[in-house]
């Protein structure tokens, strides 16, 4: 961000000629202006180009308050966040004002006397973009006094009389004025507590207990839901929902492209000050990973009415990254390349993450390992269709084992397995320009893997251990 813009009072804000704008007007502009320059809106935003965030544009265009409806971990926080990149870098707010109180337009009490009795030399801070946005999970215990506002008893302590308006402690909702404000899983929020807001989204304003107060808010209020809360769980009430000028639903990657970039980019596989540098997850383990948490989304056993969300694919590659730095560091490899030995550790991991069927109670993890090999199988047909690995599979003609496992170094692999006749063919097929160890037994235990799913070799496996041919 660029530094603050200088203007300290009412009167100097003013000789800047700078000009009051709402926070919807503010988002409009810019979004206008990203969109002509072809700029993204919503950076970090994968999946969704063609889909939810048109829906979400023509919502903002419009100045319509939004409900974004959707299975869990679709990103729909996190869309939510990019919005208040749309808003001014800067805004002028009256300095010590609980309620970012434009200087033009005053609206609590307290600035309204301050304005009155400074006039131009009413004192101006400036409020930068991260500070106008709001956000709160709704729980069953949150309370009208969080959201809106509750008499303050210290400052009824304090001298002032119980009917001054300045007795009020400012919920979360009107501190966010001139700003946006998101409401995470609505339909969890009380239906009683859910009325308090039908001011706020259609007069604009808020009302707290008996107090003859007004506040015309400034704000654009975004909530999120989920499908299975919308209709059993909880609900948003219809007089709530009516009032939100527009309701998008988001859904999962429709590309398996999308799934892979998004766990590219999410996925935290470095650690500051590791012995053993970032691990290394080629491309063709982040597609397995994609496809797998893609066949376990669709699969009958699991509960579809709860989704799968992309954080299973994301903790699902941060495991296999985890298992090749633990090899390195017992074995002392220099640098962590993961490989399919890695996978396997997947299965336990991510069981917490998906909901079965009832009927398949107890095989969770006999479903999850079918899954993984069958997503292994379709990115080896996928990857390597066509590929002449009869230079591979001769070495295993005469009757020959290859062992391997999570603990075994890739000079090791790459010494049992001898010199490979069109591993050069290998690599390059599976984008791998350089031909470090890690990489190259990256590459060979797939194919090995590969073959044997397609029924062309055997293999014998125990946990940490596996022997390919023979």
């Not at 929902?241 to 470095?270: C, M, N, S, W």
């Not at 998906?354 to 398949?360: C, G, L, S």
């Not at 590929?387 to 790459?414: C, I, K, M, W, Y």
Request: hydrophobic residues 40%; proline residues 5%.
């Amino acid at each position: 961000m660029t530094s603050a813009p200088t203007s300290t009072t009412l009167g100097e804000l003013r000789d800047s000629g700078h000009e009051h704008k709402s926070v919807k007007a503010e988002i409009r502009d810019s979004l206008l202006q990203r969109l002509a320059a072809g700029e993204p809106a919503f950076p970090g935003i994968l999946g969704f180009d063609d889909t939810v965030l048109p829906e979400v544009e023509r919502a903002l265009l419009a100045g319509h308050d939004l409900v974004l409806l959707g299975e869990r971990g679709q990103g729909k926080t996190r869309l939510i966040r990019t919005i208040s990149g749309l808003l001014d870098e800067w805004t002028p707010v009256v300095a010590g004002c609980e309620i970012n109180d434009h200087p033009y337009a005053p609206v609590c009490v307290r600035c309204q006397r301050l304005v009155e009795a400074e006039g131009d030399a009413t004192p101006v801070g400036w409020l930068g973009r991260e500070g106008r946005y709001g956000e709160k999970l709704a729980t069953p215990d949150t309370s009208v006094g969080d959201l809106i506002g509750d008499v303050d008893p210290i400052k009824v302590a304090e001298g002032r009389t119980l009917g001054d308006p300045e007795t009020v402690h400012y919920g979360l909702v009107p501190r966010t004025n001139r700003g946006v404000f998101s409401i995470n899983e609505l339909p969890d929020l009380a239906e009683r507590i859910q009325v308090a807001l039908l001011n706020v989204l259609e007069e604009r304003d808020i009302q707290v207990r008996g107090y003859r107060l007004r506040l015309p808010l400034d704000l654009l209020l975004v909530a999120s839901a989920n499908p299975e809360d919308y209709t059993n769980r909880g609900r948003i009430i219809t007089p709530l929902k009516d009032r939100f000028g527009a309701e998008v639903r988001t859904h999962y990657p429709l590309r398996l492209e999308d799934e892979v970039d998004l766990i590219r980019q999410e996925a935290v596989v470095t650690w500051p000050g590791s012995a053993h540098g970032a691990p290394v997850l080629p491309d063709h383990l982040l597609e397995i990973v994609a496809r797998f948490t893609r066949l376990v989304r669709d699969s009958a056993q699991v509960d579809q009415r709860s989704g799968v969300s992309a954080r299973f694919a994301v903790a699902a590659a941060e495991t296999v990254a985890a298992s090749a730095v633990r090899r390195a560091a017992v074995t002392g490899e220099q640098v962590a390349v993961a490989r399919v030995c890695d996978l396997p550790a997947v299965v336990p991991a991510s069981r917490g993450k998906v909901e079965f069927e009832a009927a398949e109670e107890g095989r969770e993890l006999e479903v999850l390992a079918h899954l993984l090999r069958k997503a292994t199988a379709d990115t080896f047909r996928a990857r390597l269709a066509g590929v002449d690995l009869s230079g591979l599979q001769s070495r295993f003609d005469e009757g020959a084992t290859v062992e391997t496992g999570d603990l075994v170094p890739a000079a090791d692999l790459l010494q049992r397995l001898g010199t490979v006749a069109g591993l050069g063919q290998l690599l390059t097929r599976l984008g791998i320009e350089e031909e470090s160890p890690g990489l190259a037994a990256s590459a060979l235990e797939f194919a090995l893997e590969g073959l044997h799913l397609n029924r062309r070799l055997a293999k014998d496996a125990v946990p940490g251990r596996t022997v390919y041919g023979g």
